[in-house]
């Protein structure tokens, strides 16, 4: 091979290597965080989930994937909280070897606190232990719709009860190690029942501290192993004063848990109907937060606009927390999948058509 060609081809290489290690590192500094929460896949769709990550997430340069597990892993720790359909240690491994390849980073999520049952359909967590409830007079298989007499939306745990944490804890660690991540999402959003009057434990005490009693208490058991706690914001806002109301926020005071938390919890704010400039807020208590969208496209885009001007204008004290975006999936992994594969683009009002148009965007980023 000719030595001044040969010279040329290595300059070139090297150049462009450094061209693109700019441009990734311009991004990072524009929007740190760029990411999707959204179910896991069944064990029979991780393929088809690794290869949607390597043809559309990677060109635009997602860097975050919260993964809602809850109970869909083949537990070794509490193998009686499984579902039927598990996901096992080799599949999380393929998702985990696909995401480390691509820079990404994984967040597993198992519903903590509240999201313990839907309509009528109560989780394994309280089906194996229904000492756990926190309102155990309410029954799920009665569930009417919302709304109704007993204010049921979704059960939650007891935060005080003495053997909730000796369960839920090590599926925290189960899945943190098979992912191999410093990161776990603690959902912990639209929790309607706390510091229930019939709780014998709960009753009379402070909601605001008993939420952010539970915050605190799955953030130091992360902290000590050296991982990061992430939940839902909606808790940690005023739905009367900010007229967010009782989904966005809280209506029943644990807004009052956002001064009585560690800083270092992961803020993931999301609001879905309007571009409310909520970020600030937990940005200027001293929270990182994300803005996290759902399935309004120009809802989406303008809270992408409003992270990088609140992120490129804020003083470099405030400017630090403000991390990016996480787009939000809420269907089923693999009813998504279809969707997001088959759908009509002029169909405007879904989660599928709203990722195609953050992709777009973050890609001219």
Not at 63 to 68: K, Q, V
Request: glycine share 6%; net charge negative; proline share 6%.
């Amino acid at each position: 091979m000719n030595k001044s060609f040969l010279i040329a081809v290595l300059t070139f290489c090297f150049y462009a290597g450094i061209t693109a290690q700019t441009a990734t590192n311009k991004l990072d500094s524009i929007l740190p965080v760029r990411g999707l929460s959204i179910s896991a896949p069944a064990p029979e769709d991780v393929d088809g989930f690794i290869d949607f990550i390597q043809k559309e997430l990677v060109p635009a340069h997602f860097n975050l994937l919260i993964l809602r597990v809850d109970w869909n892993f083949k537990y070794e720790s509490h193998p009686e909280l499984r579902a039927g359909n598990p996901l096992t240690k080799q599949d999380v491994k393929k998702i985990t070897a696909a995401c480390k390849k691509a820079g990404i980073r994984i967040a597993p999520q198992v519903n903590l606190l509240g999201h313990q049952s839907w309509a009528k359909h109560t989780g394994s967590l309280l089906t194996v232990y229904p000492e756990f409830d926190e309102t155990p007079h309410v029954k799920t298989e009665n569930y009417p719709g919302w709304p109704n007499p007993d204010g049921l939306y979704c059960k939650s745990y007891c935060p005080l009860h003495p053997d909730v944490h000796k369960v839920v804890f090590p599926l925290v660690d189960e899945l943190t190690e098979a992912f191999e991540t410093d990161l776990f999402h603690a959902g912990m959003d639209e929790v309607f029942y706390i510091g229930d009057a019939h709780c014998p434990r709960c009753s009379g005490r402070d909601k605001a501290e008993l939420f952010a009693g539970e915050v605190t208490v799955i953030r130091n058991h992360l902290a000590e192993k050296g991982k990061k706690l992430m939940i839902w914001g909606d808790r940690l806002l005023d739905g009367k004063t900010t007229g967010l109301g009782e989904w966005e926020a809280s209506m029943n005071n644990t807004h009052r848990a956002i001064d009585l938390i560690p800083k270092d919890v992961f803020i993931c704010d999301w609001h879905y109907d309007r571009p409310e400039p909520t970020p600030v807020y937990f940005a200027m208590k001293g929270f990182d937060v994300a803005v996290c969208p759902w399935k309004k496209p120009d809802v989406a885009l303008k809270e992408l606009d409003d992270m990088v001007r609140f992120r490129k204008n804020a003083s470099p004290g405030t400017a630090q927390h403000f991390q990016g975006i996480i787009a939000t999936v809420w269907s089923g992994n693999k009813a998504f999948m279809q969707n997001y594969y088959q759908q009509k683009q002029k169909e405007e009002e879904s989660d599928a058509f709203t990722l195609k148009k953050l992709i777009e965007a973050l890609k001219t980023l």
